[in-house]
């Protein structure tokens, strides 16, 4: 019962974050021109993929090596990995010709690396307290933010929607240093505590940051895509599907991060987890084609009306990624990220080669290429899933 009621919790504040998630969207479509939502677009998902390569994974190998009693000096490799967050963004900048905010990207991606370690970390606790807390504090904030400007000085140029982003990324990034000093204060109560073995986490971390870097590529070469073959004002348009979009990943996301958190603590929830995910698919699937133009009319404006018809493609997009990224934790769990890096190319190129046939039919030929790669990622997971199954890491069902 107890672990029911972390569970509902959970649920309850993801349903209310992803709700200010769109209310942030709202707000964006209006403030900016769909030119410049494109551009704000690009800016965001540059700056996240550069985080997952400098960072990614280093939060998972944390959680693991604490997993096994192993944490002290755990702030070298946090400082270790922030420093190379700033590498790779001066790197980028340096290389590539995105945006005319150097100095503001290279301050998000700082800010935006503390998050995902903090994010990464905060899973070895079963309940995922903090993880909720950060679950709800960023469209909380986001709404707060992008709201009030607009309500005050409504229309804006999209260098002070960067600056009003980066503002949003400082407060989150000071919330989870305090949220990190509580994690450490708490864990170092342990009995028996050791240092972290370094070949153990830097296996850990290789193999995890390995994964992570093909699951960003396959989630930001769409964006890229987007803006190369079809242009800003498309990738404009695209963001209301992403709005969308993220309203499903968001929630399968986290039942995915509950059920990866039972696996840590030896406890197989995948049964309420597919069930939730099947109930939330037939909803969504039922009332998207519905509800989406009225909805898109009314929230976003007429600027992005266009949109609704094809909305219901990028929504069974969701549910067949999802469920892909759920069957996968257990591979995960058994570090066998090389597996899912193989699946993660194969799906990639079936995705790059279908939008390259299909970039006459515009959002609706994204949409099919999307819906072709993802199917592709879930025949591999099932395969992998009964290949390999959970009680192979000896977890107890519960």
């Not at 702030?75 to 420093?83: G, H, Q, S």
């Not at 084609?289 to 266009?306: Q, W």
């Not at 699946?343 to 939008?355: D, K, P, T």
């Amino acid at each position: 019962m107890k672990s029911n009621r972390h569970f509902i919790m959970l649920i309850g504040v993801t349903i209310l974050s992803m709700g200010l998630t769109m209310v942030s969207s709202f707000v964006l479509a209006r403030m900016l021109s769909v030119d410049d939502r494109g551009l704000h677009q690009l800016f965001i998902t540059t700056v996240s993929y550069v985080v997952t390569i400098a960072t990614g994974g280093s939060g998972f190998a944390l959680a693991l090596s604490m997993r096994n009693k192993r944490y002290l000096n755990w702030r070298r490799y946090f400082a270790t990995f922030i420093a190379a967050a700033v590498v790779v963004a001066l790197i980028a900048v340096a290389l590539f010709d995105f945006t005319q905010f150097e100095f503001l990207f290279v301050f998000n991606v700082i800010l935006t690396a503390i998050l995902t370690i903090t994010l990464e970390k905060s899973k070895i606790d079963p309940r995922l307290k903090i993880y909720r807390a950060l679950t709800l504090q960023q469209p909380v904030l986001l709404v707060a933010i992008y709201g009030i400007t607009y309500l005050w000085l409504g229309e804006q140029p999209l260098k002070t929607v960067i600056e009003l982003l980066t503002l949003f990324s400082f407060i989150q990034a000071a919330a989870c240093l305090f949220y990190l000093y509580r994690i450490e204060k708490s864990f170092l109560k342990t009995e028996n505590l050791r240092e972290i073995d370094r070949t153990f986490f830097l296996k850990t971390w290789f193999k995890q940051n390995l994964y992570q870097i093909f699951g960003a590529t396959t989630s930001s070469l769409d964006k890229y895509l987007i803006a190369i073959w079809l242009g800003h004002y498309y990738l404009g348009l695209y963001t209301v599907c992403i709005a969308f979009d993220a309203l499903l990943t968001k929630f399968i996301n986290m039942l995915t991060d509950y059920y990866y958190s039972g696996l840590l603590n030896n406890l197989n929830r995948i049964k309420s987890v597919l069930a939730v995910i099947a109930l939330l698919s037939a909803g969504a699937v039922i009332l998207t084609p519905l509800l989406a133009e009225p909805i898109i009319r009314f929230f976003f404006s007429t600027k992005y009306v266009e949109v609704a018809p094809v909305l219901i493609w990028f929504i069974l997009n969701s549910i067949i990624a999802g469920l892909s990224w759920l069957l996968s934790q257990n591979m995960l769990i058994q570090g066998k990220q090389v597996l899912l890096f193989t699946r993660q190319i194969i799906s990639i190129a079936v995705f790059v080669g279908l939008f390259y046939a299909l970039k006459d039919y515009q959002l609706y030929g994204v949409a099919y290429a999307f819906i072709g790669g993802s199917l592709t990622r879930l025949t591999i997971s099932i395969a992998y899933y009964f290949k390999y199954p959970v009680n192979s890491v000896t977890l107890e069902s519960k």
